[in-house]
């Protein structure tokens, strides 16, 4: 059947996935709600030469209109076009989809890929829901992410007091029983900026690689994907400290526990609280310097250009998807 992404530009995620297996490295999914987001994504990975997955949560589709996001998206691609690097293969992805009808609506608006997330549900149920899923999406050949395992922490309205490693023993039925095109694990990482509970100068606890080799056993070659791997940089914590903010004892996932994540099965990794971060550090800063400010396009657009710098370091020196498009 006709699928819409194709239409409007958009690649599903395999032959990325593909492609990052083979050559040891990381896709970067970078959550965006707003189009200065989109803008510093898009030309990051452009000038960076590295494939990338737009995330689109529920949260954000509510608070950008779906319809309005749909015609970025297609913006997106027209804006890529354009620019004289050339254009970088590009996944429109729906972040923590929660139910079969918000999964189907984003699949029947021209995102390429989805999120099921299951994994608050017992385990026949996670299996029952993402299998729907994944029937409805392969006849349009839409790529469908799944998750076992639960992580710690909040993100739009599934969130969970604890985590609950996965458990290897159930990812080749998992993946055999529902179809998924790549599954997303929990090994320790979490959502947002307070990530570890560690006093400052503390080292944070090292992630399960344990749980994820032992998953890499059981199902060879599977695209892995890390949820809640932002560092929560602390130059920007710094920043929204510095003008105002409070964020105490915010911490993330060590840069090179996530290099090493990206040279195993881990095909995608998923980023949004730094962008958070950099975002906000630098409208606090500007709003404290310049107070007489209030040209938006004045805060806004050194926060873009903050974030185009933020990006381009993750995909050169952290997932390593930099320079992988000729
Ligand atoms: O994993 C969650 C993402 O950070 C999206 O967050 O639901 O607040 O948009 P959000
Ligand atoms: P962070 O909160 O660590 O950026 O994680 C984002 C995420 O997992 C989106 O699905
Ligand atoms: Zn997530």
Redesign the pocket.
Known sequence: MNAIYKELGFVNTREMFKKAMEGGYAVPAY?F?NMEQLQAILTACVQSRSPVILQI????RNYANADLLRWMGRGAIEMIRKMKEGPVPVALHL??GDSFELCKDCIDNGFSSVMIDGSHLPYEKNIELTKQVVDYAHQFDVTVEGELGVLAGI??EVSAEHSHYTDPAQVEDFVKRTGVDSLAISIGTS?GAYKFKVKPGEEVPPLRFDILEEVERRIPGFPIVL?GASSVLQEYVEMINKYGGKMENAVGVPAEQLRKAAKSAVCKI?I??DGRLVMTAIIRKIFVEKPTEFDPRKYLGPAREELIKMYKNKNENVLGSAGRIA
């Not at 949560?57 to 954000?60: E, I, L």
């Open positions: 959550n709600n949560s529920k949260g954000a972040d923590h993100e739009d959502h949820h998923n949004d609280s």
